[in-house]
């Protein structure tokens, strides 16, 4: 199965500083990339996603890159805000089936004020 | 409007004691999912509903979990014969199947701690 690393595991940044997030995956059919942001104890939030067809895609202060060459995408959050603290997953879609998703492991982001 | 729901939120069960975890997904959502999210990891895909139909249960990790969607909204999962590896917060996710993405909804997930 797809198997997706992310890094690093914490984050601390200062407020209106950048923020980046990196992942890798395993299968190369894998087209289908959504980005989780969680709160303490809520439910992982969809905040943005990328298709394999498409190489970047922004929404306001957060942007996704992906290379498929590689095999690694990135999520870029700008001019980092205080409630921009959580924890953020990332995720690959399984070669056959596009809602059978592996996330990583996690990144805790701390934006100090 | 209302998002999806899980309950109990948290639930402490004796090792050996059967559970029933429950989850309203968002209504009209055909597309229903549980996950295990072990504490500090990401979510593990456990099974995928499309209306009634129990599509895949490949990540289930034994025979001890059973997962049902019998009337295609409600789902609950159960987890027979509780063991200590079983603490974990379950999450349900429900979406509208289509083009061009399958955005996944998350509840709050329900924690459960097997003693």
């Given at each position: 199965g797809?198997?997706v690393?992310?890094?690093?595991?914490t984050?601390?940044?200062q407020?209106?500083?950048?923020?980046?997030?990196?992942?890798?995956?395993?299968?190369s059919?894998?087209?289908?990339?959504?980005?989780?942001?969680?709160?303490l104890?809520?439910g992982?939030?969809?905040?943005?996603?990328?298709?394999?067809?498409?190489?970047?895609?922004?929404?306001?202060?957060?942007a996704?890159?992906?290379?498929?060459?590689?095999?690694?995408?990135?999520?870029?959050?700008t001019?980092?805000?205080?409630?921009?603290?959580?924890?953020?997953?990332?995720?690959?879609?399984?070669?056959?089936?596009?809602?059978?998703?592996?996330?990583?492991?996690?990144?805790?982001?701390?934006v100090?004020? | 409007?209302?998002?999806?729901?899980?309950?109990?939120?948290?639930?402490?069960a004796?090792?050996?004691?059967?559970?029933?975890?429950?989850?309203?997904?968002?209504?009209?959502?055909?597309?229903?999912?549980?996950?295990?999210?072990?504490?500090?990891?990401?979510p593990?895909?456990?099974?995928?509903?499309?209306?009634?139909?129990?599509?895949?249960?490949?990540?289930l990790?034994?025979?001890?979990?059973?997962?049902?969607?019998?009337?295609?909204?409600?789902?609950?999962?159960?987890?027979?014969?509780?063991?200590?590896?079983d603490?974990?917060?379950?999450?349900?996710?429900?979406?509208?199947?289509?083009?061009?993405?399958?955005?996944q909804?998350?509840?709050?997930?329900?924690?459960?701690?097997?003693?």
């Amino acid at each position: 199965g797809e198997n997706v690393e992310q890094h690093p595991s914490t984050l601390s940044v200062q407020e209106g500083d950048s923020a980046v997030i990196k992942c890798t995956y395993s299968d190369s059919a894998s087209n289908y990339f959504p980005w989780y942001k969680q709160e303490l104890g809520k439910g992982p939030q969809l905040i943005i996603d990328i298709r394999s067809n498409v190489g970047e895609k922004k929404d306001q202060r957060i942007a996704v890159t992906l290379n498929k060459t590689a095999k690694h995408f990135s999520l870029h959050i700008t001019e980092t805000q205080p409630e921009d603290s959580a924890v953020y997953f990332c995720a690959a879609s399984d070669r056959l089936n596009d809602y059978k998703l592996s996330f990583g492991a996690g990144t805790t982001v701390t934006v100090r004020a | 409007g209302a998002g999806v729901s899980q309950s109990p939120r948290y639930k402490v069960a004796k090792r050996g004691q059967d559970v029933a975890l429950r989850c309203d997904p968002i209504s009209g959502h055909v597309s229903l999912f549980w996950y295990q999210q072990a504490l500090g990891q990401g979510p593990e895909f456990l099974t995928y509903f499309q209306n009634e139909a129990q599509l895949d249960k490949s990540g289930l990790p034994s025979d001890r979990f059973f997962a049902e969607r019998p009337e295609g909204s409600v789902s609950t999962l159960k987890i027979q014969r509780t063991q200590q590896e079983d603490s974990a917060v379950y999450l349900c996710a429900s979406s509208s199947p289509g083009e061009p993405s399958y955005e996944q909804y998350f509840g709050p997930g329900t924690r459960l701690t097997v003693t």
